[in-house]
């Protein structure tokens, strides 16, 4: 492999960061200073902002012709958030989960990581179903507004850092977000280059390279803003930073690449009946460990790690024809995922039955 191609795609992948960094940070000023309330700010802004990666990266991927790379950031960066982004932070100090979390905004991901589920059966994600997707965007984001009007008015917002800072002249932060966008399209023209190189040279599918590398390169942005929430004590932030962005990642991303792509996203088959599945299994399973104590606990973190290693494992062995294949499916199909499955349904049933006792599992 090319030592330059190496180099290309870490620079791709800084000026990526550098970019969302800016765009993140010029936006999040302008929505403060026309009145937004801090919560629409980062459930819409900075959601959308550290999602901004993975659109540069899937709409530059699908226009040059790499459908399986565009698709695999989508739903590898599902899956990075989830069990690699979540389970770091919940490894550091147990997440506390807002209720709004659990009954709103899970229950949305979980809905659009199916409608995807659905969409792709026929082999492809189409143009119609890119509008479908952007609506369903467009619905979700004023339900936010509509609600945190409501929640204004019935208590005053306490102040924020960023809102006690000394304002931004408008041009300045219009000067970032402008800044931002350019780099964020610079960086995904280098990476998606260099992903597509490093795939031929290694014997790797497009689809590997994209559920893996890219998607942990793009959801740097939701794990270093996840982790600096949580060691500043803001646990909520980290929890629904990584939601928010899910969300984002499926109606915003996936709709907006579908759109512009001349005929739609294709979607293999090792996607549709594996890959995709799996960001289905990764949202809902949300929902029983978010429901326990509304915390994600430390050894809940962990079980997360565990599994995007065994997720992680499973696409390399399986690309490359590794001999321990089968026995791994074995191991997993028929206990570690089944045992999983009683342990999550008793730790549920015990918060369900003892609500007071729940917020104390695990928080040593």
Same mark, same amino acid.
């Given at each position: 492999?090319?030592?330059?191609?190496?180099?290309?795609?870490? &620079?791709?992948? $800084?000026?990526?960061?550098?970019? !969302?960094?800016?765009? $993140?940070?010029? !936006?999040?000023?302008?929505?403060?200073?026309?009145?937004?309330?801090?919560?629409?700010?980062?459930? /819409?802004?900075?959601?959308?902002?550290?999602?901004?990666?993975?659109?540069? %990266?899937?709409?530059?991927?699908?226009?040059?012709?790499?459908?399986?790379?565009?698709?695999?950031?989508?739903?590898?960066?599902?899956?990075?958030?989830?069990?690699?982004?979540?389970?770091?932070?919940?490894?550091?100090?147990?997440?506390?989960?807002?209720?709004?979390?659990?009954?709103?905004?899970?229950?949305?991901?979980?809905?659009?990581?199916?409608?995807?589920?659905?969409? @792709?059966?026929? +082999?492809? %994600?189409?143009? +119609?179903?890119?509008?479908?997707?952007?609506? @369903?965007?467009?619905?979700?984001?004023?339900?936010?507004?509509?609600?945190?009007?409501?929640? !204004?008015?019935?208590?005053?917002?306490?102040? /924020?850092?960023? !809102?006690?800072?000394?304002?931004?002249?408008?041009?300045?932060?219009? *000067? *970032?977000?402008?800044?931002?966008?350019?780099?964020?399209?610079?960086?995904?023209?280098?990476?998606?280059?260099?992903?597509?190189?490093?795939?031929?040279?290694?014997?790797?599918?497009?689809?590997?390279?994209?559920?893996?590398?890219?998607?942990?390169?793009?959801?740097?942005?939701?794990?270093?803003?996840?982790?600096?929430?949580?060691?500043?004590?803001?646990?909520? %932030?980290?929890?629904?930073?990584?939601?928010?962005? +899910?969300?984002?990642?499926?109606?915003?991303?996936?709709?907006?690449?579908?759109?512009?792509?001349?005929?739609?996203?294709?979607?293999?088959?090792?996607?549709?009946?594996?890959?995709?599945?799996?960001?289905?299994?990764?949202? $809902?399973?949300?929902?029983?460990?978010?429901?326990?104590?509304?915390? %994600?606990?430390?050894?809940?973190?962990? *079980?997360? &790690?565990?599994?995007?290693?065994?997720?992680?494992?499973?696409?390399?062995?399986?690309?490359?024809?590794?001999?321990?294949?089968?026995?791994?499916?074995?191991?997993? &199909?028929?206990?570690?995922?089944?045992?999983?499955?009683?342990?999550?349904?008793?730790?549920?049933?015990?918060?369900?039955?003892?609500?007071?006792?729940?917020?104390?599992?695990?928080?040593?």
């Amino acid at each position: 492999m090319n030592a330059s191609v190496v180099f290309w795609l870490l &620079l791709g992948l $800084v000026t990526l960061i550098g970019g !969302a960094e800016l765009l $993140v940070r010029g !936006a999040s000023r302008i929505a403060l200073a026309t009145g937004m309330s801090s919560l629409v700010v980062g459930l /819409t802004v900075v959601a959308l902002g550290t999602s901004s990666p993975e659109l540069a %990266i899937s709409v530059g991927a699908a226009l040059k012709g790499s459908p399986d790379i565009a698709l695999g950031n989508v739903v590898g960066s599902n899956i990075v958030n989830v069990l690699l982004v979540l389970g770091l932070s919940a490894l550091i100090v147990p997440l506390v989960v807002a209720r709004q979390l659990i009954w709103l905004d899970v229950p949305v991901l979980v809905a659009a990581s199916a409608i995807t589920w659905f969409m @792709a059966t026929d +082999g492809g %994600i189409s143009r +119609g179903n890119g509008i479908v997707l952007l609506a @369903a965007s467009i619905g979700y984001t004023l339900m936010l507004v509509l609600m945190s009007r409501r929640e !204004a008015r019935n208590a005053p917002e306490p102040a /924020t850092e960023a !809102a006690a800072a000394p304002a931004q002249p408008l041009w300045k932060n219009l *000067l *970032l977000l402008v800044a931002g966008l350019a780099l964020l399209v610079l960086g995904a023209r280098w990476l998606v280059d260099s992903a597509v190189d490093i795939a031929a040279s290694l014997g790797v599918s497009e689809l590997v390279i994209g559920l893996t590398v890219i998607a942990i390169g793009t959801s740097l942005p939701e794990i270093a803003t996840s982790i600096l929430a949580t060691l500043r004590g803001e646990r909520d %932030i980290a929890a629904g930073n990584v939601i928010g962005s +899910g969300i984002y990642n499926l109606l915003v991303v996936l709709g907006a690449t579908a759109l512009v792509a001349p005929d739609g996203i294709p979607v293999s088959r090792s996607a549709l009946h594996f890959d995709i599945p799996v960001m289905v299994a990764t949202a $809902v399973a949300c929902l029983p460990i978010f429901f326990s104590g509304h915390l %994600i606990a430390r050894w809940e973190g962990a *079980l997360f &790690l565990g599994y995007y290693a065994a997720y992680t494992a499973y696409l390399l062995m399986d690309n490359t024809g590794h001999a321990a294949l089968d026995e791994f499916n074995h191991v997993m &199909l028929w206990f570690v995922i089944p045992l999983t499955v009683v342990t999550l349904a008793v730790v549920v049933s015990r918060a369900w039955r003892n609500p007071h006792n729940a917020r104390i599992l695990d928080e040593s």
